[in-house]
C-alpha cells in the first residue's frame, strides 16, 4: 500500500504455503529503491533482509522470541540511550495500547554473526575490555 492506500501488489498463497515463499515474487514486480517495506514478523527471516537491501530498500522487522541470537542481540540494545522517535497512547479494543518506536541499525542488516577467527580473536576481546567494540 502507498501512503493514499492504494494497493501495489497482492499475490495469492497457496492453501498448504504460508507466506514466506511468496515474498519475493510479490515485490519482485514493485520498484522498491529507496521504500520503507513492513511486515509481520513472519517476514523477519535472513534472506528477506537481504533481498530487501539488494533491491534499495529499507525495512522495519519486527523481531521476537523464534530468533533468539537476533532477539537477544536486539535486547541487549542500550534501550534507554537510543532516541525515542514516536510515541502513541490510544484506547482500542477495549485496552490501552502504547506503542513506542525507537530506531537503531543492526550491524550488518539481518545477517548471522561469524565467530571470530584466530587472528581477531584476541583483538576483539582487547575491544570489548575497552568497551569500544558493540556487540
Known sequence: MDHTGHVLAQRQVAAKSNEIPAFRPLLDSVDLT???ITADALHTQHAHGIYL?????????????NHPELFNRVRRLPWREITLDHYDR?????RLEIRRLKNRRLRPPLQPRRPPGPSSRGLERGLHE???HER
Open 53 to 65: 537491501r539488494e533491491r534499495g530498500a529499507h525495512y522495519i522487522a519486527q523481531v521476537k522470541a
Open 34 to 36: 529507496g521504500a520503507v
Open 90 to 94: 490510544t484506547r482500542a479494543r477495549h
Open 130 to 132: 575497552r568497551g569500544l
